[in-house]
């Protein structure tokens, strides 16, 4: 039986078969030198979404495999309408164009060596970006199935009520979603250390299993070559304070948001899901690093379960905001989307929690803003994995 | 009972423990409801004060069995747990952080030769030449030799990150000027072990021939443990100072920021018996930041006097402190040694001091431009060789021979521990913990090496 959240969505037909619930037309930057030639593209023609780069040069490795896949994944994004992909030389934005074209979608390209100085680009850019705008306005706005959706899930700024309320809540909304069709994506394996025993049970596979746990495992390796023992370290002073007895407990609070049904998978940074069901990431946990890889990997919304607080959003994902929190309804209402307080007091329980998100994503699949987009407290920053030379 | 009853959360049917919406007085009203159905699953007594947040058991809990929550095992009951009763740190525990802490206390033996092959292998594969990698390798056998496992195998990884982002050249050759008796030594952003010695070895040809000899080194890279090098130098007949500056991390009382490192300060002069030495090695830290790192793991408070915040307040809260500054040891006078000791090394060597000097861990592929500063004696010149080491032996057996209190331990003279570890490790090898074995081993791995 399908849920009454997912009638009558509707979204943007893509190139590639997927489909978008923004339309956006977007200038990213394939490396940080031409960051102000894209800001400034940006600035010139309304509406238009700037992605820039941090780095982009001299990476190499795993690092840069990541970057040239997540600006791929963002150009080739199905909440973009059109992209045009800026650099110096035209190799770099080129290779971000091939890495779209994988991905079925053709994006725009535009190096200063083949326009001449900032002013030609300028002039260059802003006609072609007028013109993507306005082809933008044809994409056709079709019907839109839990089956087309890939929605990011997520925690930060984690407290008593997260691990009660609102993962939880979010845990119940996600098997609804899973079982009607959808694909949902978690990430943060850092935050899975003392649930090996939950993934392992709910690992597709063995051969899953194992991966899930060696992912796990790699992040707990990673600090203690840094000095951390996360075990040890966990839960906090905070934690403790707050009734966290274990990191296992911790972790398990967590791992709420993802509710209960098999784990497909593990997939790198960025790398869309191949097929439907939950999956988990493997990208470090900072807000906006983890929110870009998540949208990066085609997620056209990311849920995101706060305790305390926490305003990123993502300029191509719309990402909402979910407290239980009563004081961060408070003190940043601005902020939050959904409102899950009243099961503070008992007057919602999880499933009726899990309606509430349910009916506000329904809502922002199908247009209405989402705070962080009202606010336009959007960021984007694909993780750095290495060093460059 | 129940108009008053405190609210608590079971989150799945079978868990063991629900999480109050109140705190709860002891014998307080608690009535437990389920999350998914809202549905009152018991009414219960809170047994204890029970804080908004935390757990109450909702039946009774054998020791040693697992607690559930979430549906899954959050841990162990380390006591029995009654219905009703708090559950936290008092009564139960992580069933996974004991594992680590096991292994930990795990032990290897190894020859020094097998720690020697397997930092050569690694530093020649991230590029160094053979000469500049047996620098270190002799230098990190050493210290496990003596028991100075912070400067030991667990150092490899960051010194290879190091060399293979390009932050060290590994092939770079030291540039040494001599004025006479002085020397300044330009490192060229060599790896810091081979820097040290080529500048160790200059300063005690040095005073051979003019009875002192002074090697200034700028432009080098962290280079272990000073007493290292100290006892190169003594080993010749001589007397070895050596001070360096490094990552800054210290700071005076109240600054808000670290502006100095713990410059070490180390000392070593020859006794009668040949593989005995006076060695003082000393960092002018109150403590080592490593420490800082495993208290915040115990979750252990540190002793006052170790370290203050990122406001320049003293604190005992190892975050705290691990997002502000050291202290030097000893107050003032403790820090007044240490910038008098920048200013022989740093400061004299004409390379950079103070917090100019870069992070090993925040800049693997930037020279971290470190100065360093070696002092030979010759003790022919001074006043014999043999003589020098018997009045020094008699110094030594001055300290032992003192009438002692009853319980105390035996009196030490620096070096002397670090000496005996090396004659027993010499004969039975090294012990290697866990941790220390598992890195350096899965980075030969990585790096293609051979193990030993």
Known sequence: MTPVWTENLAGYARSNGRKGIRNLVAVLAAADNVNPL??????????????PASYGRGQMGRDFE?????MGGLAAHPNVAECLVVSFEPESSERVAARAHKLGRSVHTLSFLECGGLNECLERG??????????ACDAKRVPLKPDDLVVGLECGGSDTTSGLFGNPALGAFTDEFIDVGGTAVFSEPVECLGGEELLRKRAASEEVAERLIATVHEYDDLAREHGVDLAGTNPTPDNMAGGLTSIEEKSLGALAKTGSRRIMGVLDYAQPSPARGIWMMDAPAAAVENVTALAAGGAQLVCFVTGTGNPTGHPVSPTVKITANPG???RMAEHIDVDLTAMLGGSMNVLQGAQAIAARLAAVINGEATAAERLQYLETNISRLGPSV | MALNSVRAILLEPNDDVAAVLEAVPAGGPIRVTHAASGKTVLDVAARQEIPFGHKVAVRDLARDNPIRRYGWPIGIATAEIRRGEHVHSHNMRSALSPAPRQQSTQITLRPAQWVRDLVQGCVEAAGASTQRASAMADAIAEAHLRGVE???LRRLSPYVARLRAGGVDGNAHAQVSAMRALLHVDGRNGIGHHVAGVAARAASEAAREFGIGIALVR???HFGFAGYYATLIAAAGQIGIVSSNGQVCVAPEGAKRPVLSNNPLAIAAPLPEPDAFLELDLATSATSRANVVEAARLRMPLPSGWAQDASGKPT???????AGSLLAFGGNRGFGLLVALEALTGVLSGGVFADQVSSKEAAPNFPENTAHTFIAIDLERAL??????QRLDQLVRKLKELPMHSGTPDIRYPGERRWRLRRERLRDGIPLSHADFEAATRLAKELGVAIP
């Open chain 2, 384 to 389: 014999g060789r043999d003589a020098y080491a």
């Open chain 1, 328 to 330: 961060t309804m408070q």
């Open chain 2, 219 to 221: 432009n080098s890279n």
């Open chain 2, 316 to 322: 005992g809260d190892p975050a705290a402190a691990l």
């Open chain 2, 150 to 152: 912070t400067h030991g």
């Open chain 1, 38 to 51: 894209a800001r400034q593209l940006a600035a010139r023609v309304p509406g238009v979404v700037c992605l």
């Open chain 1, 126 to 135: 802003s006609h072609l970006l007028r013109q993507l705008s306005s082809q």
């Open chain 1, 66 to 70: 990541v970057t040239l896949r997540a």
